[in-house]
């Protein structure tokens, strides 16, 4: 199975932003690499999703280099709310499943 | 959660006793799939379906069962072969569309005493 491995966790304060890598060396050619955020106790909420390059919407930009086996979550200027575990999602080359990341817990202070 | 719903929010059974859980949606998506998680941990991959009526072993399928008889119901069955089922169950579903999204539901949190 590919690995997808993430920092366990991270800290940051508020109005700083903060980056999330995720690895994942034997992606699928033609998947997608998504990324969601999930409270404790709650389903995971999609945030941001591309293929290639660079892709930015209302809450986070998200940066995919050329060879595809890494993946960047960018929040800028997180606040306390955005305290929470963030996953990446990719499909795995050899399987052809979605496999998700181990997760990364971001800690956001005052 | 969209339109995704599973029920119910808290769910407590007794050791030996089969138990469905629900995963409902009015999306209108193709796929579906059920995902456990235990405490501190991520997501792994139970089942999963495509079409209706066709499903596929995930990554930890054993002692679980699953139907797709309707295009909007996949019911998970946790049975009693099931070593270890306390966790968090997560549904998901995602249109048939070309490396769309996973959208999921709220969850529900199984206790076997």
């Known amino acids: 199975l590919a690995k997808t491995t993430q920092p366990i966790s991270m800290d940051s304060y508020e109005g700083q932003e903060v980056n999330i890598t995720c690895s994942h060396n034997?992606?699928?050619?033609?998947?997608?690499i998504t990324w969601y955020q999930q409270f404790p106790s709650q389903g995971p909420r999609f945030i941001i999703q591309?293929?290639?390059t660079k892709v930015t919407n209302e809450v986070a930009s998200l940066f995919i280099p050329a060879d595809r086996k890494s993946s960047t979550l960018s929040l800028p200027r997180v606040s306390l709310s955005d305290t929470a575990v963030y996953y990446c999602?990719?499909?795995?080359?050899?399987?052809?499943?979605?496999?998700f990341g181990t997760g990364t817990r971001l800690q956001v202070f005052p | 959660d969209g339109g995704i719903t599973q029920s119910p929010k808290y769910l407590f059974r007794k050791e030996g006793q089969n138990v469905t859980l629900s995963c409902e949606q009015n999306?209108?998506?193709?796929?579906m799939y059920w995902y456990r998680q235990d405490p501190g941990q991520g997501l792994r991959l139970i089942y999963y379906?495509?079409?209706?009526?066709?499903?596929q072993k995930g990554d930890i399928a054993e002692g679980y069962s699953v139907s797709r008889e309707k295009k909007e119901s996949f019911p998970l069955t946790v049975t009693s072969a099931q070593k270890n089922p306390t966790a968090f169950y997560l549904c998901?579903?995602?249109?048939?569309?070309?490396?769309?999204?996973?959208?999921f539901g709220p969850g529900t949190r199984l206790t076997v005493l």
């Open positions: 999602l990719v499909g795995d080359y050899n399987t052809d499943k979605l496999i």
């Open positions: 034997n992606i699928a050619t033609n998947d997608y």
């Open positions: 591309g293929y290639k």
């Open positions: 999306l209108n998506h193709d796929a």
């Open positions: 379906s495509q079409i209706v009526n066709d499903f």
């Open positions: 998901a579903s995602q249109p048939g569309t070309a490396n769309p999204p996973q959208y």
